[in-house]
T-cell receptor
Framework: DTAVSQTPKYLVTQMGNDKSIKCEQN?????MYWYKQDSKKFLKIMFS???????INETVPNRFSPKSPDKAHLNLHINSLELGDSAVYFCASSHRGTDTGELFFGEGSRLTVL | LAKTTQPISMDSYEGQEVNITCSHNNIATNDYITWYQQFPSQGPRFIIQGYKTKVTNEVASLFIPADRKSSTLSLPRVSLSDTAVYYC????????????FGQGTTLQVKP
């Protein structure tokens, strides 16, 4: 079983559309994250949820809205897509209080906005 | 948050030992040093973590000098499958989400 799974893996859409990316983790972790990786490999955190509560909300346009229905799921909805939103989006999870704070990442969702 | 600096790219050949050094001059007392590995089309994967001196696991070794202002990830006898991007992160483990990944070091292992 995949520990952190994201769907879809690839997403191609037109500017102005609305799209969602889903993430699920079966590790029993209490914290989940969304990261954005641009073409230069920089990996930037966007949001973090702990026990369904938003704890990190970096400078991200309001068009991006995360939703955590439960501890195992963190979805990302994007409104009015723009060309600059093209990137790979990674979901991750961790368990607060562990020795290493290790992050477990999904395989990524490559979003292409045309 | 401590900023890290590491080489953008490195080349090596199969069977060689590879050392990737990361600078983190502003590391704080509570900060740990963590390295992640990312293969193409995959998410980053935790490799190793340390606070001071030397840490070794089945994948790599991490050398940290006494002043902790830098660290070196050592990969023994690399193979083609070690071709990946390696990220050095510095931060407090109680605030994992604030870790900054940076641009990483792209390691290309050649036959």
């Amino acid at each position: 079983d995949t520990a952190v799974s994201q769907t879809p893996k690839y997403l191609v859409t037109q500017m102005g559309n609305d799209k969602s990316i889903k993430c699920e983790q079966n590790l029993g972790h209490d914290t989940m994250y969304w990261y954005k990786q641009d073409s230069k490999k920089f990996l930037k955190i966007m949001f973090s949820y702990n026990n369904k509560e938003l704890i990190i909300n970096e400078t991200v346009p309001n068009r991006f809205s995360p939703k955590s229905p439960d501890k195992a799921h963190l979805n990302l909805h994007i409104n009015s897509l723009e060309l600059g939103d093209s990137a790979v989006y990674f979901c991750a999870s961790s368990h607060r209080g562990t020795d290493t704070g290790e992050l477990f990442f999904g395989e990524g969702s490559r979003l292409t906005v045309l | 948050l401590a900023k890290t600096t590491q080489p953008i790219s490195m080349d090596s050949y199969e069977g060689q030992e590879v050392n990737i050094t990361c600078s983190h001059n502003n590391i704080a007392t509570n900060d740990y040093i963590t390295w992640y590995q990312q293969f193409p089309s995959q998410g980053p994967r935790f490799i190793i973590q340390g606070y001071k001196t030397k840490v070794t696991n089945e994948v790599a070794s991490l050398f940290i000098p006494a002043d902790r202002k830098s660290s070196t990830l050592s990969l023994p006898r690399v193979s083609l499958s070690d071709t990946a991007v390696y990220y050095c992160l510095v931060g407090d483990m109680s605030n994992t989400g604030k870790l900054i990944f940076g641009q990483g070091t792209t390691l290309q292992v050649k036959p």
